[in-house]
């Protein structure tokens, strides 16, 4: 799914969410509900990658408002650096000190044991923590259940942006039911190629793959190079994370089968434009696979429909992403947009299901499970 | 739905999953993750109607394997007796006291705020004190949210049971998003009507009206007496709850349109049998709508089928429950089984809802939430 133009999408939207927030509104009826511990938040540093804005002392925090128009006050400032920097200036206990990150880069989320171990929470959007080796993932969970007093981590937006993904698997493992599987459709722009390549109704045209794939960067539902997309990479995060929490050990988003969308010859040629130029040429083999799916059902109309599934069998231990061809009755099919869906097969639900779908990508639902995450730290930490 | 024979189903369901998931077990491989604070919970009295079994102090608890086989060891007790006998025997702060409501009592429910009052958390599975009169709703809110060491309630499962529906829409609110329109199918035993009487694929042959409802006692699907589903009044309630959350003001069940699927002649005829035996001459009108729905398509097996779905406008202020006729791709439409689904349409989530669908019944995951819910209020308060 795009990102909001410029850097900091997610973070932007979310310290913008935040104002809102922490901001009493007296002219509106319907004024969003402010949590408990709002108005006690101070924004001390927002970092960028060139730059950073600090709050010299916790008396004089940054503004929630004025923050995007401040330019960075300091150099660019590394973990460790910022870890000494936030525990002298903000020393616990006394004060609750909580990261946000909301980048996708690994040196960060390589630094989320040392946050975690001097005492800091962390909220977050990044999956690399959780999706490259198993041992920083092992590393971060052993430090928050350590003892009753671990600092936090949170990262719901992680999978599935702001819906309820991750707090929904935690609670089927936490009360004791047992999850055999789950499958999902887990890319907001897979989903809407997929959606518009193999309708479930058919009324509208139906065209050649490739075109899907134009129109779709075109209107930003990919990244600027669609390859980014297609080579099902970031499906594979978000299955390892699920998996993991499931308690399934996985090497990375490389260990297991990940069907790639995109045709081998063009897998490193040029850019982008030079990508989607040659394309056309393979949409043969798509068309071939489409006609297969539709010849699977029982009449005209009535064939079986494509779609870019991920799925974590829990009890065979096995994890793969692909294409597959599914029922019109299924709940995939019959998927619209660039929703996502996430199907969790469990002992308690039995037959059927618990299944949760919608926008699963975008800087505005994915700050909103950001934000969802910083509440519950606060209800935990209390804040006063 | 049906509960699980004799009294207290969902009660003792809670009770056999808290003992497993205090147990440590160390046989299997895949024991349920055991939650942080789970070995401190005391199991200090098991209350029916009828009886009351107490611990005498909190150096002997009772047994959480054993407590089903004792019977009660003094009389029922009273809500009034009942906080003065916890308050007393365990005196906060140095414990917390969890109240778990597993009954459908109205009495219990009008208590919320004595307990609440008392310091006395309170996790509920009991729709009554949430779909009953504004005013109980208001105050026990009202004492829960008034200064930030007060006593939680959680009630997560008075609507959809395990499933994440309220955490769901409390988040959505808490982090600013808007709410437009709430949505869903919220009974067990007409979504499986609904879905057997209109598939979404004709395969199967078509039966009149009558013949499910039969079918639906004869397996439990429904209450004993059909009458208590087919009222509506049990959709109208956790429809309350929602709008309640979401802000609304509705004076309770009755106090907007709620189609009732009992013709009105046999609304008070006789008992489940009679009613059952005199049912089938209204096939007709059932039939017709079927009808209805089904030339609304756009040809042969394209038409549209009925759900029975309510329906919180909060832009509007309206509220109702009806039947209503779907269009094939509706999720509504593709529900099978018994499954609930309750769609959440928002401004951020935008024009697609995010949905949760599932098992909405059953003592299993009716329990299950309840367990979710002490795990969320023992995460708040700590337990050491």
Same mark, same amino acid.
């Given at each position: 799914?795009?990102?909001?133009?410029?850097?900091?999408?997610? +973070?932007?939207?979310?310290?913008?969410?935040?104002? @809102? !927030? &922490? =901001?009493?509104? %007296?002219? *509106?009826?319907?004024? $969003?509900? /402010?949590?408990?511990?709002?108005?006690?938040?101070?924004?001390?540093?927002?970092?960028?990658?060139?730059?950073?804005?600090?709050?010299?002392?916790?008396?004089?925090?940054?503004?929630?408002?004025?923050?995007?128009?401040?330019? +960075?006050?300091?150099?660019?400032?590394?973990?460790? @650096? !910022? &870890? =000494?920097?936030? %525990?002298? *200036?903000?020393?616990? $206990?006394? /004060?609750?000190?909580?990261?946000?990150?909301?980048?996708?880069?690994?040196?960060?989320?390589?630094?989320?044991?040392?946050?975690?171990?001097?005492?800091?929470?962390?909220?977050?959007?990044?999956?690399?923590?959780?999706?490259? +080796?198993?041992?920083?993932?092992?590393?971060?969970?052993?430090? &928050? =259940?350590?003892?009753?007093?671990?600092?936090?981590?949170?990262?719901?937006?992680?999978?599935?942006?702001?819906?309820?993904?991750?707090?929904?698997?935690?609670?089927?493992?936490?009360?004791?039911?047992?999850?055999?599987?789950?499958?999902?459709?887990?890319?907001?722009?897979?989903?809407?190629?997929?959606?518009?390549?193999?309708?479930?109704?058919?009324?509208?045209?139906?065209?050649?793959?490739?075109?899907?794939?134009?129109?779709?960067?075109?209107?930003?539902?990919?990244?600027?190079?669609?390859?980014?997309?297609?080579?099902?990479?970031?499906?594979?995060?978000?299955?390892?994370?699920?998996?993991?929490?499931?308690?399934?050990?996985?090497?990375?988003?490389?260990?297991?089968?990940?069907?790639?969308?995109?045709?081998?010859?063009?897998?490193?040629?040029?850019?982008?434009?030079?990508?989607?130029?040659?394309?056309?040429?393979?949409?043969?083999?798509?068309?071939?696979?489409?006609?297969?799916?539709?010849?699977?059902?029982?009449?005209?109309?009535?064939?079986?429909?494509?779609?870019?599934?991920?799925?974590?069998?829990?009890?065979?231990?096995?994890?793969?992403?692909?294409?597959?061809?599914?029922?019109?009755?299924?709940?995939?099919?019959?998927?619209?947009?660039?929703?996502?869906?996430?199907?969790?097969?469990?002992?308690?639900?039995?037959?059927?299901?618990?299944?949760?779908?919608?926008?699963?990508?975008?800087?505005?639902?994915?700050?909103?499970?950001?934000?969802?995450?910083?509440?519950?730290?606060?209800?935990?930490?209390?804040?006063?």
């Amino acid at each position: 799914m795009s990102k909001t133009p410029g850097p900091g999408g997610v +973070g932007s939207t979310f310290l913008t969410q935040l104002h @809102q !927030l &922490t =901001t009493k509104t %007296t002219t *509106t009826t319907t004024k $969003p509900s /402010r949590f408990s511990g709002a108005e006690n938040i101070n924004l001390v540093a927002v970092l960028r990658s060139k730059s950073s804005l600090r709050a010299p002392s916790i008396d004089s925090p940054l503004s929630l408002e004025g923050w995007s128009r401040e330019e +960075g006050n300091q150099p660019a400032i590394e973990p460790e @650096q !910022l &870890t =000494t920097w936030l %525990t002298s *200036t903000y020393p616990p $206990p006394h /004060r609750s000190i909580i990261i946000i990150d909301t980048t996708s880069s690994s040196l960060i989320a390589e630094s989320y044991p040392l946050f975690l171990r001097s005492g800091i929470h962390v909220v977050t959007a990044n999956k690399k923590a959780f999706s490259s +080796g198993q041992s920083l993932f092992d590393e971060i969970y052993r430090i &928050t =259940t350590a003892d009753p007093h671990h600092p936090l981590v949170y990262h719901e937006s992680s999978v599935g942006a702001g819906m309820p993904i991750l707090s929904t698997l935690r609670e089927l493992l936490a009360t004791g039911d047992r999850v055999h599987k789950i499958e999902g459709v887990m890319s907001g722009s897979l989903s809407f190629l997929f959606n518009n390549f193999m309708p479930l109704t058919n009324k509208q045209e139906l065209l050649p793959w490739s075109s899907h794939v134009l129109e779709a960067q075109r209107l930003g539902y990919t990244e600027p190079d669609p390859r980014d997309d297609l080579s099902g990479l970031d499906v594979a995060r978000k299955l390892v994370i699920l998996a993991r929490v499931a308690g399934m050990k996985i090497d990375g988003p490389d260990a297991f089968p990940v069907q790639s969308l995109i045709p081998k010859p063009l897998a490193h040629v040029g850019d982008a434009e030079e990508f989607l130029k040659r394309l056309p040429a393979f949409d043969q083999e798509m068309e071939a696979l489409r006609l297969e799916a539709e010849a699977e059902g029982e009449g005209e109309g009535e064939g079986k429909v494509l779609r870019y599934v991920g799925t974590a069998d829990l009890d065979s231990g096995q994890i793969e992403v692909k294409m597959v061809r599914v029922a019109r009755e299924s709940p995939f099919a019959g998927l619209r947009g660039s929703a996502n869906l996430f199907a969790f097969w469990t002992e308690r639900y039995g037959s059927e299901p618990l299944v949760v779908q919608g926008a699963g990508a975008g800087a505005e639902v994915t700050a909103m499970g950001v934000m969802g995450d910083l509440i519950k730290v606060i209800e935990r930490v209390g804040m006063e």
